[in-house]
């Protein structure tokens, strides 16, 4: 599964043109993006078809507008404002969202994070949502209730219903109890661990059910969620107390939530946050979880299906090429089949590549998307399905930040 240097260099110069890969016989079409000077980007796809593009535009140095856009075909809309503030805690690896009740002409949520208090890390989830399709945003609410000025981020939301919103979050309340001490982070926390936690909340803002999913975590990965038939389930990079940080995942059935299950011993001993978290999807109950480890000095990127809504899972199938920065997503194409990409260095630079599997293995040769940077600032490229087509997007750094996007036909 070698990439072409070839068509890495094509795509890096073709600008707007296609670019089709032979081996994968993947059509990439970059897409004109409404990013003047910005970054973060989150896709998200509607139950009624819509699918919505936000990121953060980077005002001035100290002020941020929380945009989104509309794909109309193969086309972005105008940008729209959401909100816009100088108190955001703005970070490469945990960005704001935008997501969609379920129905026709679903009301929308979206979250971003807001400082609470004088701590660097100091900050709090705050929703804020509209029911007329983004003519108006409500107030921003907190997700969570502890009150407790602390680091709580990395969040994933998920639409129920036409009226009830799930999300999980990483919460660092405990992290503010006992002797100050930076023990295995560089966030400063306190003595308790960093904790999983969900809630749902309704279009009027109304809270319920707030629940700790799993007491110890790894403090700055991302957290994952996907809907199940019968429920819920969320993707997260575990914690022990040997600082052993392998994937786990956690289901709600029912009324329920079942007891973390490890996807796959890794047996990764890291005594800090990788910054790396994995991603969690499903097509009825058949559900894949990719994510970044290591096997001792080698870096690894994993893909592992599940046949039984996530109660157990097959062993995972390497996909990277020998050296990469992990930052994985992951779409269903087809019941069987997804596609994942993921960041992998290059002599130079870096790129986004991709390839498509189904339980039995990998579906042809992954293929390049698009040349990035290996530095944080170029983020966590974001995937998302429209119709018989992926829509991709990423930061890309250069003399002036921005996001882009590319349409890629399979």
């Not at 535009?57 to 729209?80: C, G, I, M, R």
């Not at 996909?319 to 994985?328: H, K, Q, S």
């Not at 018989?388 to 930040?401: N, Q, R």
Request: with cysteine; proline share 5%.
């Amino acid at each position: 599964m070698k990439y072409s240097l070839i068509l890495l260099l094509i795509i890096a110069a073709c600008g707007d043109k296609t670019v089709i890969d032979e081996g994968s016989h993947a059509q990439i079409v970059a897409m004109e993006t409404p990013s003047i000077s910005g970054g973060e980007p989150n896709l998200f796809a509607a139950e009624d078809g819509s699918v919505f593009l936000s990121w953060l535009e980077y005002v001035n140095d100290t002020t941020f507008s929380f945009q989104y856009a509309t794909l109309n075909e193969s086309n972005w809309s105008a940008p729209k404002s959401i909100a816009t503030g100088t108190d955001w805690f703005v970070n490469w690896a945990d960005f704001p969202s935008l997501v969609a009740y379920k129905g026709i002409k679903p009301a929308l949520a979206t979250h971003r994070l807001e400082m609470s208090a004088e701590g660097t890390y100091d900050y709090d989830v705050r929703i804020s949502q509209s029911t007329d399709g983004g003519l108006e945003w409500t107030e921003p609410f907190t997700v969570h209730t502890d009150g407790v000025p602390a680091e709580h981020g990395f969040v994933s939301m998920i639409p129920l219903s036409e009226d009830r919103m799930f999300a999980t979050w990483l919460d660092g309340r405990n992290t503010k109890t006992g002797a100050a001490s930076s023990e295995g982070h560089d966030h400063g926390h306190g003595a308790g661990p960093m904790s999983l936690r969900a809630a749902t909340f309704d279009k009027s803002g109304n809270l319920f059910d707030e629940v700790e999913l799993d007491s110890r975590v790894c403090d700055c990965c991302q957290t994952s969620a996907a809907q199940l038939d019968d429920g819920v389930i969320v993707a997260y990079r575990n914690r022990t107390e040997d600082e052993i940080r392998d994937i786990a995942v956690v289901r709600k059935e029912g009324d329920t939530w079942m007891d973390p299950v490890i996807v796959y011993p890794d047996q990764w001993k890291f005594p800090a946050c990788p910054v790396n978290g994995p991603v969690v999807r499903s097509y009825g109950s058949t559900i894949a979880v990719s994510w970044f480890a290591m096997n001792d000095t080698i870096p690894e990127v994993k893909v592992a299906f599940s046949e039984d809504g996530g109660r157990s899972f097959k062993a995972p199938f390497r996909i990277d090429n020998g050296n990469p920065l992990g930052r994985v997503d992951l779409v269903f194409i087809s019941e069987q089949e997804v596609l994942a990409s993921w960041v992998e260095r290059t002599e130079d630079h870096a790129a986004i590549l991709a390839i498509k599997l189904t339980p039995e293995g990998p579906k042809g040769e992954d293929f390049v998307v698009t040349q990035t940077s290996p530095s944080r600032g170029s983020g966590f490229p974001r995937m998302i399905k429209a119709g018989d087509k992926v829509i991709v997007a990423w930061t890309h750094v250069d003399e002036t930040t921005k996001v882009k996007s590319a349409m890629i036909h399979i």
